[in-house]
């Protein structure tokens, strides 16, 4: 049994213009491990958004400064043996420090000694789990059919996966042309849809790894639904208003920066566009 959930739209929607408020405000300092593809685009897109990024990833300084920052990032997209230790002490560290961190478990589904990784890392219980709808499904254990980094599966698809996942943390995102997450709404499962963003977000490598580090911004202002909520819907508002303006990647990408760094309360009011529904059992 499901059921529509129309005040908990509006309550969400209060939320996330709250949030965005909260980020600007507090500019929280997000410690990034990500992948070598990710790191420019997606300081830039943390510094737009009005967090302030830092690619702390060497073993010798990740745990210390994961007690620092306000939140942390892991992403798998290209781990060595050398920043999987450190991805191990800064996961240790902050959930020791009770700091907010998101995984993305990128290639989890294809690639078994990323996807055990992955696993082992959620005994540190991240906040939020963010991918493609084939990582959610693979991290979870119910099967894709991933080839490499992107999905080749729909979100809808991925929504008993992440429900599954969420004996490990407290959101799950799975993103898409619709972007489905799930967490606990009034102590209730909830699935929440995401409408907007644009068919070139894909187009621009790391768009998913920047949103992650976008996730784990907002969980240093706001309690994890709401956070979770907050970061998809600003790449689904940014997406939509660069798309308008540009039609190819590269001025597109250029453009979505600018769309996240102009994002405000007005702009939030006119485009959002979500939709809550309270899972009795999965869908
Ligand atoms: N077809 C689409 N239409 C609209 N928005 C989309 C579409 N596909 C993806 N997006 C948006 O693009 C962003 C990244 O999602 P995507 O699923 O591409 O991540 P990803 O595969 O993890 O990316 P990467 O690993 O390349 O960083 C999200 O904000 C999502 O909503
Ligand atoms: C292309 C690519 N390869 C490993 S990580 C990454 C970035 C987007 O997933
Ligand atoms: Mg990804």
Redesign the pocket.
Known sequence: MAGSNRQAAEVLHNAVIQAHGALQARTPLVQCITNVVSSNYMANILLAAGASPAMVDNTQEAGLFAGVADALLINLGTPTDSQVESMRLAAAAAQQAGKPWVLDP?GAGGLPWRGAIALELLQHRPTTIR??PSEIKGLSGLGSGARG???SDEPESAVPAALELLRHCRTVGA???V?HLVGHYEERPTLIRVYG???L??RV?????A?GALVAAYQAVAEPLVATVAA?AS??IA?KLAAERHAAPGSFAVAFIDELYALDEARIQQHLRIDVTSLVSPP
Request: hydrophobic share 30%.
């Open positions: 990128i991918g493609n980094m992107d999905s993103s898409g042309a972007d963003g644009s068919c977000q894909p490598t790391a768009t998913g790894c949103l998809h790449f689904a997406g």
